[in-house]
């Protein structure tokens, strides 16, 4: 597939799968099982793919992928393994990974901001790079919205009996949609849309440092992140 092909492939289908998305409800099955091979065969940056596999619902996929991107400079796909634990309803996870996404965003290591522990130049560097966007990760793709504000959103609505939940629904997933489309531009930038011929330049090195900041990231108080 040339690289034209494959950029009108993936514009496809972000537009055949974004607006139907249904994650302010928990995903049973994907929207398109046979979509599964089709993202995988793009070769896109893996973090345009696992988006992609969490549009089409099909979280077990994605989250093959946001598992080798889950420490600085590789936030995009840590912020899409909140996403994904937002959809799960694993919310404390979810608020855990879009905070240490924000620590990285300001230049500091995840979970010790509070310490003032800055990340290493060149990841730093790294994390707030974007040719044509003078915004960080977290500004471009929540604005002025507080980050976790819509993990609320989906907890709550959620825990609410089906007669409570009036018109709550439409309005979530347009936020949700909203976010995927700011995600997807901010890495299409970034990444280009182009094949990634070897996407573990794309991975996160399991060196002792990444190992420690991995084993320091614990969620809502109650022990090691589940990953």
Same mark, same amino acid.
């Given at each position: ?11 496809? +289908? ?15 099955? #994907? ?8 993202? #995988? ?12 596999? +969490? ?6 996929? #994605? ?18 393994? !909140? ?5 799960? !309803? ?5 608020? #855990? ?20 522990q800055k990340l290493d130049a060149e ?19 929540? !604005? ?6 819509? +993990? ?43 094949v990634w011929e070897d996407a573990t ?9 990444i190992s420690k900041i991995s084993g ?12």
């Amino acid at each position: 597939m040339s690289p034209s092909d494959v950029s009108r492939t993936l514009e496809t +289908i972000s537009q055949k799968l974004t607006p139907n998305t249904n994650l302010v409800h928990p995903p049973k099955k #994907a929207q398109d099982a046979q979509l599964t091979a089709t993202i #995988a065969d793009l070769h896109v940056h893996p973090t345009i793919e696992a988006l992609l596999h +969490i549009l089409n619902h099909d979280l077990e996929s #994605a989250h093959f992928l946001v598992r080798h991107m889950q420490a600085p400079p590789a936030v995009e796909g840590m912020l899409l393994h !909140g996403v994904l634990h937002r959809a799960e !309803g694993d919310f404390n996870n979810a608020r #855990a990974w879009i905070s240490d996404v924000a620590d990285a965003c300001e230049g500091y290591q995840p979970k010790h901001k509070e310490d003032g522990q800055k990340l290493d130049a060149e990841v730093a560097k790294q994390v707030g790079s974007n040719s044509s966007i003078s915004s960080s990760l977290i500004e471009f793709v929540y !604005g002025d919205d507080e980050p976790k504000s819509l +993990i609320d959103a989906v907890e709550q609505f959620r825990g609410k009996k089906k007669s409570e939940r009036t018109d709550d629904e439409e309005g979530i997933e347009k936020r949700i949609r909203g976010e995927a489309e700011k995600v997807l531009a901010w890495c299409k930038n970034k990444f280009g849309d182009g094949v990634w011929e070897d996407a573990t330049k794309a991975w996160v090195k399991n060196s002792e440092e990444i190992s420690k900041i991995s084993g320091d990231m614990v969620s809502g108080g109650k022990g090691h992140r589940e990953f």
